[in-house]
């Protein structure tokens, strides 16, 4: 079957077993069509395999295939796109009945995830998963096994075939960019040191939750906003610096979904340290979504997963002008959710609300100190002047009393870098 550059058609298909709810099902491969839309693709429609027992050669049974078939003759359809993970040969075997292309979930996001990258850090972590993707993947592609020729000026050593080598040379790409990314880490803990004097709260959430609206609803800020999955895939990090108070480092993060393939998790560990290095989770949901509640359930199961569960955390349920004209709606899902802020970052509804619940979360850890600086010992005022917000200093004839208001932390470390140069 021929298809055209333009033909962008594609099916989804799942498989759902006697003891698994179907709309869990049928909520991942909504989600699945969505990923499609983020690559321009239209869904055309979906299958659904009831089967116990997965197929080895094919993952789904003989029927579901002819149905395929059909389906793909009747809509045109370029792509099948299955909602779990497929083998190598369970891809070549579907491939060659269907004669279309053969994908599955973690395909389709490693897709969007090439396509969105800015940041030499996300291109070299997307390298890396699609290295081991495809290293799980790899395949002969050779009709002969004795053939030697690796690749350009390599030469398998005796009995080493073209599967080998290719795989050889694959586990060697990947140690390079895990190397790589070890540079990277260690340069941005340098930069990171930089940021210390900040408290920093991480937007987390469901993808296309309005993570990226709200950092720019809280900092004034132009993040790129799309109404797409994965729009964003750079942590965007921008600062607020209110006259009262320490500065807070906000940054929106990679959007989470259902089913977010471990490797990726493992790839992309390094864009969410951003997460671990927070003070504070904002944990956005899109409460428009009639599903909102497992969205709820999905980003705490990631963020467990990622050892991030210790972090405080604060829901904020966004979206709230889509449901305006559901007063008793929305009381029903406050008096549920009680201690969550209910916002729309576009509409700017809650906004101020959402910004006093951060300040009151921070407030307790700010304090404020004076401190007799003698003589000579300046680098510490200059210190103070770095850290934290300095509310006055009088220049006495043998001292400089500074009184100044920061973070807790900081001050405590202030109070000692003075005691320990003899002040």
Request: net charge neutral; charged share 25%; glycine share 2%.
């Given at each position: 079957m021929n298809n055209t550059a333009v033909n962008k058609r594609a099916l989804v298909v799942g498989i759902?077993?006697?003891?698994?709810?179907?709309?869990?099902?049928?909520?991942?491969?909504?989600?699945?069509?969505?990923?499609?839309?983020?690559?321009s693709f239209e869904t055309i429609g979906s299958i659904i395999q009831h089967k116990e027992v997965k197929s080895p050669r094919t993952l789904i049974g003989k029927g579901k295939v002819e149905s395929l078939k059909n389906a793909i003759k009747e809509h045109n359809i370029s792509r099948v796109v299955f909602d779990e993970d497929l083998s190598p040969t369970q891809a070549r075997n579907l491939k060659a009945e269907l004669d279309v292309d053969i994908i599955d979930r973690c395909g389709v996001i490693?897709?969007?995830?090439?396509?969105?990258?800015?940041?030499?850090?996300?291109?070299v972590q997307i390298d890396l998963a699609r290295q081991e993707y495809s290293l799980s993947h790899l395949r002969r592609q050779w009709t002969h096994l004795s053939r030697q020729q690796g690749g350009q000026g390599i030469r398998g050593g005796e009995g080493e075939t073209q599967l080998e080598v290719d795989r050889r040379l694959a586990r060697s790409q990947i140690q390079v960019l895990k190397k790589k990314l070890k540079k990277i880490k260690a340069q941005r803990a340098t930069r990171n040191k930089n940021r210390s004097k900040f408290f920093k709260v991480a937007i987390v959430g469901y993808t296309n939750s309005g993570?990226?609206?709200?950092?720019?609803?809280?900092?004034?800020?132009?993040?790129?906003?799309?109404?797409?999955?994965?729009?964003?895939?750079?942590?965007?990090?921008?600062?607020?610096?209110?006259?009262?108070?320490?500065?807070?480092?906000?940054?929106?993060?990679?959007?989470?979904?259902?089913?977010?393939?471990?490797?990726?998790?493992a790839s992309f560990r390094s864009t969410f340290e951003v997460i671990q290095d927070a003070d504070l989770l904002l944990h956005v949901v899109d409460v428009f979504d009639p599903d909102y509640t497992q969205r709820i359930a999905d980003t705490n199961e990631?963020?467990?997963?990622?050892?991030?569960?210790?972090?405080?955390?604060?829901?904020?349920?966004?979206?709230?002008?889509?449901?305006?004209?559901?007063?008793?709606?929305?009381?029903?899902?406050?008096s549920i959710h009680e201690n969550a802020t209910l916002i729309s970052a576009h509409a700017d509804i809650g906004i101020d609300k959402l910004n006093k619940a951060v300040y009151s979360f921070f407030e307790s850890q700010i304090s404020e100190m004076t401190i007799d600086i003698p003589y000579g010992k300046e680098g510490c005022l200059d210190k103070i002047y770095d850290l934290t917000k300095v509310l006055s200093a009088d220049y006495l004839e043998d001292k400089i009393v500074v009184h100044f208001r920061g973070a807790t932390r900081d001050v405590?470390?202030?109070?000692?870098?003075v005691k320990s140069t003899g002040a």
């Open positions: 759902v077993s006697r003891d698994e709810p179907l709309p869990i099902l049928e909520d991942s491969l909504a989600e699945l069509a969505q990923l499609l839309d983020t690559l490693l897709e969007i995830f090439t396509q969105h990258a800015k940041t030499h850090e996300a291109k993570k990226s609206t709200l950092l720019n609803r809280l900092t004034d800020s132009d993040v790129l906003v799309q109404n797409k999955l994965f729009a964003t895939l750079d942590p965007s990090t921008r600062i607020i610096k209110p006259d009262e108070k320490p500065s807070i480092l906000f940054t929106d993060t990679v959007g989470f979904i259902k089913k977010l393939p471990h490797n990726l998790v990631v963020i467990k997963d990622l050892g991030l569960d210790h972090i405080p955390r604060k829901l904020v349920l966004n979206k709230i002008d889509l449901k305006s004209d559901k007063p008793k709606q929305l009381q029903a899902i406050q405590n470390y202030l109070v000692n870098l």
